[in-house]
């Protein structure tokens, strides 16, 4: 694996992670339809994200399976958004995340879980 995955790259993980194993074909198409890409713009960007080693493509058919899960890109880019913008700090990320919007009592439930776990 080599780099970041950038917001592009990223929907069209999302479409191979919920559509896998995929062509390139279904991807554009999908990709069309959802976000309003033209069929370049996709292949352009499934070929980064293979040269990336997101992304394995087996032919015939330009058939695409992820080589990362949705959990870890999700744990990296969190990573990611802790140490750039949060100082390394998880709480401090917690705290902007909970200083505006109040909980439900089932999220507070679940995030002592959580904790409690730890």
């Given at each position: 694996?080599n780099?970041?995955?950038?917001?592009?790259e990223a929907?069209?993980?999302?479409?191979?992670w919920?559509?896998?194993?995929?062509?390139?074909k279904?991807?554009?198409?999908?990709?069309?339809?959802?976000?309003?890409?033209?069929?370049?713009?996709?292949?352009?960007?499934?070929?980064?994200?293979?040269?990336?080693?997101f992304?394995?493509?087996?032919?015939?058919?330009?058939?695409?399976?992820?080589?990362i899960?949705?959990e870890?890109?999700?744990?990296?880019?969190?990573?990611?958004l802790v140490?750039?913008?949060?100082?390394?700090s998880?709480?401090?990320?917690f705290?902007?995340l909970l200083?505006?919007?109040?909980?439900?009592?089932?999220?507070?439930?679940?995030?002592r879980?959580w904790?409690?776990?730890r």
């Amino acid at each position: 694996m080599n780099g970041k995955l950038y917001d592009s790259e990223a929907k069209v993980m999302e479409i191979v992670w919920g559509e896998s194993p995929i062509t390139a074909k279904e991807i554009a198409l999908i990709a069309a339809e959802t976000i309003g890409w033209n069929k370049n713009t996709t292949y352009t960007i499934i070929k980064k994200l293979v040269a990336k080693g997101f992304l394995h493509r087996k032919d015939p058919g330009f058939i695409c399976t992820p080589l990362i899960s949705r959990e870890y890109a999700q744990k990296t880019e969190a990573t990611s958004l802790v140490e750039k913008v949060f100082g390394g700090s998880r709480a401090a990320l917690f705290s902007s995340l909970l200083e505006d919007e109040p909980l439900t009592v089932e999220e507070l439930d679940e995030l002592r879980k959580w904790i409690d776990g730890r």
